[in-house]
């Protein structure tokens, strides 16, 4: 039984606008906590449908400690499953997708039907097998981004389509494909990952070669990104007559986001050239970057001709698991309409230099001198939006299973 109390008394620990108390960063049992009360209890960013490309196939991930599985039907359907056996738990698909007519388990080969229907099975007789199917995990489909949450009860998730869908809709995620994708072990919290992941205030130093097109900085009015008045007022020009929308829209766990590249800049890439011939935004160029990202673990950008999909998963109190994926047009030829590296090159050395500042991170925090320090505004207004999240998150949980508020 985790100690709720324990955690409960470090987030009340906490000064106003400034990072979390250390064990918070490194302790197995918030650790542990972080996996129930905030990868349990959030909506996740799975995948996308354009992984799961054609009827009877699947696509499964883990989240934090649990394994789960989407499947596409003969019909179209999408659905998830906590993807653990209903004999003895094994897990049944293992990470990654492909197409499959029915799900069996590889310990002792019990069939599931794509919607979950257990339909074989070596039993007894008197064995039920309408009781023994996969069970169910929650499942939104946003202009075909797949979300997923654990819980029983999944936090509320109408506002949230309603600020993404338009904006991100004109991308046509469902006619893309995943042309790359890869991982990187961090020796760092995923707090710790996710604040280096939500500021730029080390970007300038830190990423020399991102700096190029990306516009560094938060406007004092909240906006993602600063950009000269005129060059602004262009961009969104341009934008409006492509018919996209720019928000900005937030909600207790998103950001959305679009916003302009640094002047003569088109994609994020190293040389800010669009990295594919085949748009996923049909007629645009010049359009920017739409940001969306997603407490706890998530952000993706979105430009004219592709979607990167950064995601980072907790392995342990120490240890986090990034994921990367960049989406482009399905009908895209590798070697003819783009070239892996110049697509991949600029978020690699990115996520590279960025590994090594969480892992610089955690080795402070670890230590005995380490004194919760104050987030600089604006730059860091979306860490301390994170962090005051993660802390809310866990006080509305650990209320809800001690009936004892703060
Ligand atoms: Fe799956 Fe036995 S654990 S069939
Ligand atoms: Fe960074």
């Avoid at 482009?328 to 110049?342: L, R």
């Avoid at 001198?369 to 987030?375: I, L």
Wanted: charged share 20%; proline share 6%.
């Amino acid at each position: 039984m985790l100690d709720l109390e324990r955690i409960r008394d470090l987030v009340n620990q906490r000064r106003p606008g400034h990072t979390l108390p250390q064990e918070l960063y490194n302790s197995p049992e918030a650790f542990k906590f972080d996996l129930d009360a905030i990868f349990g209890q959030s909506w996740i960013l799975a995948g996308f449908t354009c992984e799961i490309p054609r009827p009877r196939g699947y696509l499964a991930v883990t989240i934090g400690g649990s394994p789960v599985v989407i499947t596409r039907d003969g019909e179209g359907v999408y659905r998830a499953f906590h993807n653990s056996c209903r004999h003895r738990g094994a897990q049944v698909c293992a990470d990654g997708s492909g197409g499959r007519a029915r799900l069996t388990c590889p310990y002792h080969q019990w069939v599931y039907d794509l919607d979950g229907r257990l339909v074989h099975a070596r039993m007894p007789e008197t064995f039920d097998r309408a009781e023994h199917g996969l069970r169910p995990v929650h499942l939104e489909n946003v202009a075909g981004a797949l979300f997923v949450c654990l819980a029983e009860t999944p936090p509320s998730f109408a506002r949230f389509r309603a600020d993404l869908e338009p904006l991100l809709a004109p991308h046509r995620l469902e006619e893309a494909k995943i042309a790359f994708q890869n991982t990187l072990v961090e020796r760092g919290n995923w707090k710790l990952v996710m604040e280096n992941a939500r500021e730029c205030y080390h970007c300038g130093v830190g990423h020399p070669e991102l700096c190029l097109t990306f516009p560094i900085g938060v406007s004092a009015d909240g906006h993602f990104a600063l950009a000269p008045d005129s060059h602004y007022a262009a961009f969104a020009a341009r934008v409006e007559e492509a018919g996209l929308g720019i928000g900005p829209f937030a909600g207790p766990w998103w950001q959305v986001e679009r916003f302009p590249l640094n002047k003569g800049h088109v994609g994020l890439t190293i040389d800010g050239a669009l990295a594919c011939r085949k748009l996923m935004v049909e007629g645009a160029g010049d359009i920017g970057s739409l940001r969306w990202a997603i407490e706890p673990h998530s952000f993706c950008h979105s430009t004219a001709d592709t979607t990167v999909y950064f995601s980072a998963m907790p392995t342990a109190a120490g240890e986090t698991v990034v994921t990367c994926k960049w989406l482009v047009h399905k009908d895209a030829v590798e070697g003819v309409d783009y070239d892996v590296e110049h697509l991949t090159a600029l978020w690699n050395v990115t996520n590279l230099q960025d590994r090594d500042l969480v892992e610089v991170n955690q080795r402070g925090v670890n230590s005995v001198g380490y004194v919760p320090g104050p987030y600089s505004l604006p730059d860091e207004a979306y860490v301390l939006a994170f962090a005051d999240w993660y802390c809310d998150k866990a006080m509305d949980y650990i209320a809800a299973r001690t009936g004892v508020d703060a």
